[in-house]
Nanobody
């Protein structure tokens, strides 16, 4: 069974940092590209970052490039999103995604339940 469980969301002030984690079932994680998406109220879910199964390739949305870093620990079946210099417009529910192909613009079929990140002024 595929499981993706996010954690690490919460309230943070603008300019601050936060790290999200996504723990995946081993079978899903070991050979999958992993990604993060987010959805703000009234908006569509959008791509944030992705990392290849080996960790050698990473991809970022222009809006977060230079501020966010995606990484993975294959021994722990966990992917992380380190978010720095947070802005109020980063406020959204953040979702972990597995099995996508960012180079082809394809989202994976597996999603976590989401974790709320709120950035205050």
């Amino acid at each position: 069974q595929v499981q993706l469980v996010e954690s690490g969301g919460g309230l943070v002030q603008a300019g601050g940092s936060q790290r999200l984690s996504c723990a995946a079932s081993p079978r899903t994680f070991s050979s999958s590209e992993m990604g993060w998406f987010r959805q703000a109220p009234g908006k569509e879910r959008e791509f944030v970052a992705a990392i290849s199964w080996s960790g050698d390739s990473t991809y970022y949305a222009d809006s977060v490039k230079g501020r966010f870093t995606i990484s993975r620990d294959n021994a722990k079946n966990t992917v992380y999103l380190q978010m720095n210099i947070l802005k109020p417009e980063d406020t959204a529910v953040y979702y972990c995604n597995a099995g996508g192909q960012r180079r082809l613009g394809v989202r994976g079929p597996y999603w976590g339940q989401g974790t709320q990140v709120t950035v205050s002024f």
